[in-house]
């Protein structure tokens, strides 16, 4: 019997309790390791969502600046010139072919200095 006695104490020693621990510590690890895993994902998506919204406060920003400035009177009559339109009593002229025109003054240029460049 005190053999018995002798073996029950060993099992019960500490050895066994610290494999009691680390699988005690194991399985802690294994029921935190989820939510820590949603947390750090949820707090990284967090970020990437934060900085967008960021982004986009700096374009419309941008955008509402651009409205500001095309809505002023200086910018509206360049679009209505680039439009076309005139001011009363002003004349419209309309000039074409002007890259023919340029060619041809660079040529007879060309052709008055002696054909050569300086």
Known sequence: MAASKKR???LGGPIARRWFAMGALVLVGLLYYRPLHDYFDARSQHAAQLAAVR???REQAALEQQLK???SDSALAA???????????EHLFIVKDIPQWRRRQHSSRHAASGGHRR
């Open 79 to 89: 679009e209505a010139r680039t439009l076309g339109y005139v001011r009363p009593g």
């Open 55 to 57: 982004k986009l406060q």
């Open 69 to 71: 400035h095309a809505s």
């Open 8 to 10: 029950r104490r060993r």
